[in-house]
């Protein structure tokens, strides 16, 4: 007997799927394949729901439109790939009521575990530099309290920068968040 991995499917079909579900699971479609992503302890959960706080206060603050977004929305990457970022941005008038996707997001966050730190720090740092619109990428270690900030350059290259403490600047929008404030 041999195993059959399941046919590729697209991010419209995958989108056809999750609307056809009162509940769907939570779950990412990565090169056409749908894939569970796994429960989360308080620390994690903690971080994401305290980073999309401190992101959406400084959009505010600094007066410019938009809307931070916590999982449960997807960013589709190419037609089989779409990640549900543990927070992003995005700058301009909201989005409609129904939408699932967020196509242009500025700023994207992954909170690592474990389980995801692999995927969060490779194909995901590519996946989401494929969008002309992302100019920042963060992954955050709740345990470590540390975040790596991905930055696109003006000349597009990808410039990276750990930081524990201090002010994080998202330019553009033109964001200033203390790293401190993104960890419980």
């Not at 700058?91 to 966050?109: R, S």
């Amino acid at each position: 007997m041999t195993a059959t991995t399941p046919r590729p499917i697209t991010v419209s079909a995958f989108l056809a799927w999750a609307e056809a579900h009162a509940e769907p699971p939570h779950v990412e479609l990565i090169d056409g394949q749908i894939v569970a992503v796994a429960p989360e302890g308080s620390a994690h959960n903690r971080t994401k729901f305290k980073t999309a706080r401190v992101l959406q206060h400084a959009l505010d603050a600094a007066g410019l439109a938009g809307e931070t977004f916590t999982n449960g929305m997807l960013v589709p990457i190419d037609a089989g790939t779409a990640y549900e970022p543990d927070a992003m941005v995005r700058c301009g008038a909201p989005l409609p009521g129904a939408g699932m996707i967020v196509t242009d997001p500025v700023i994207v966050a992954e909170v690592v575990s474990p389980r995801s730190a692999q995927r969060d720090t490779g194909a995901k740092l590519i996946g989401y530099f494929k969008l002309a619109s992302v100019r920042h990428y963060l992954v955050i270690d709740p345990d470590g309290r540390i975040v790596t900030h991905h930055a696109r350059a003006a000349d597009s290259i990808i410039v990276a920068s750990t930081l524990t403490a201090g002010a994080l600047r998202l330019d553009p929008p033109g964001l200033v968040v203390e790293v401190a404030d993104l960890f419980g």
